[in-house]
């Protein structure tokens, strides 16, 4: 039996040298399995990241709530026109309050409708679901999408040659800016700016009317707003991004030809209202019996606002797509200048918010809990006063509805479309 000693170093030379290459045979052997295991190792972990973005993509393709034969055919039908000289809009925002009564305008006349709207959960998407269901049974189909997803955007101008769009979509509110300033950058600037790439690279390219907002005048004090004074001091996030869009759609329409129309809404209610408005919740907490919070200016002086009834306002949409002149680009490409134009669209009557209160009080017959609080610095204004020359000029505008007509109209709805009788719920 060799030694300890003869094991680790062998007297006999040769055997060294067939020792060390045999070792040195196994180590390029293990070496190259090892290799080989390497490769099979990379190429099934290729494989599988292949089929995984396969499957995603493929289950984000049929998990769209957009696309195919069916839905193309909604929205050819939805857009059809049934008159003559008609238009063919593409509405944003159609589930929304402006939208869907614009839309209904629109359809009832006999233009072509196509909504797009993404049901976000800003406020009770079931009041949007139920606009919805309201323009299904006068035939405007809406898409359920993003402004945001540029391929949504490209299908449908593929189905539909649209000749105008109506621009609603946005994340409104001013006190919510506070609490989701994100969600006004993505809808408000980055969806507009979607939204006209979309527009700008059409063939041929679309008229745009979109909304803007009274709230552009922020700290302004010369009454009323006229579209000439300056709105360089927001004091919101949702103003600043307002003021955003209409420099943006500015360079849209000096670069690439695009007809630019921004309507700056003056404080808009009525039916089918938005429940994060004051009128809709001093509503429903008068009927619950809740108190609700009036805000007052400094020097303890009342805010007040020039309350816009939605039906004027819908006025005021219908005359721009009508007087708003042709895009002279196409395909992304500018011809020559095309208009850019900017309307107030208010009541020209402000109204404190107390008198509001008071209004409401008597068609609801209950009296408010009234906690009168200061203004918080949450980026609203005083007042609001709209100068409507320029639209009552260019676009035939004329409101007709008084404050205290229009209230009555929206109790009248609430108490409908909630269930109540007289402040009671319908059991």
């Given at each position: ?64 709530s957009w696309g195919g034969i069916h839905w ?280 404190t918010v107390p008198t509001l209160v008071s ?69």
């Amino acid at each position: 039996m060799p030694s300890l000693e003869e094991e680790l170093f062998p007297s006999t030379p040769g055997k060294v040298k067939i020792e060390r290459a045999r070792q040195l045979h196994r180590c390029f052997a293990s070496t190259s399995t090892m290799f080989l295991w390497a490769l099979f190792l990379i190429a099934l972990t290729a494989s599988y990241l292949s089929f995984q973005s396969f499957v995603d993509s493929g289950s984000r393709y049929f998990a769209a709530s957009w696309g195919g034969i069916h839905w193309e055919k909604q929205v050819r039908n939805s857009a059809q026109i049934h008159r003559s000289g008609g238009l063919s809009v593409l509405v944003t925002g159609a589930a929304g309050f402006v939208g869907t009564h614009v839309s209904l305008a629109l359809k009832k006349r006999g233009d072509g409708v196509v909504g797009l709207d993404n049901f976000n959960n800003y406020y009770d998407p079931s009041l949007k679901k139920a606009r919805r269901a309201l323009l299904k049974s006068h035939n405007v189909f809406i898409v359920e999408g993003d402004i945001n997803d540029a391929r949504l955007l490209a299908k449908l101008f593929d189905v539909v040659a649209f000749t105008h769009v109506m621009h609603l979509a946005a994340q409104a509110g001013v006190r919510y800016a506070m609490e989701n300033p994100q969600s006004y950058v993505h809808s408000n600037i980055a969806g507009l700016v979607t939204l006209l790439e979309t527009a700008k690279s059409a063939d041929p390219q679309p008229a745009f009317v979109w909304a803007s907002s009274s709230s552009v005048y922020g700290l302004n004090d010369k009454t009323p707003f006229s579209e000439s004074d300056r709105t360089d001091q927001p004091a919101s996030l949702y103003a600043a991004t307002k003021k955003a869009g209409e420099e943006i759609t500015h360079t849209y329409n000096h670069i690439y030809g695009l007809s630019i129309t921004g309507l700056r809404f003056f404080t808009v209610y009525g039916p089918w209202g938005r429940p994060d408005m004051a009128y809709f919740s001093f509503t429903r907490n008068i009927l619950q019996g809740k108190p609700i919070t009036v805000y007052r200016g400094k020097n303890r002086v009342d805010l007040a606002r020039d309350f816009t009834y939605i039906d004027d306002i819908v006025k005021g949409c219908v005359g721009s797509l009508d007087t708003a002149g042709k895009s002279t680009g196409s395909g992304g490409k500018k011809r020559g200048p095309a208009p850019y134009r900017i309307f107030n669209l208010g009541n020209t009557s402000p109204v404190t918010v107390p008198t509001l209160v008071s209004i409401l009080e008597k068609h609801l017959k209950m009296k408010a809990k009234k906690n009168v609080v200061d203004m918080p610095g949450n980026g609203d204004v005083p007042f609001t006063h709209a100068n409507i020359s320029s639209a009552r000029r260019e676009l035939g505008y004329k409101p007709t509805t008084d404050l205290q007509t229009g209230l009555k109209k929206f109790v009248r709805w609430y108490l409908s479309y909630y269930g109540y009788n007289h402040g009671k719920t319908v059991n």
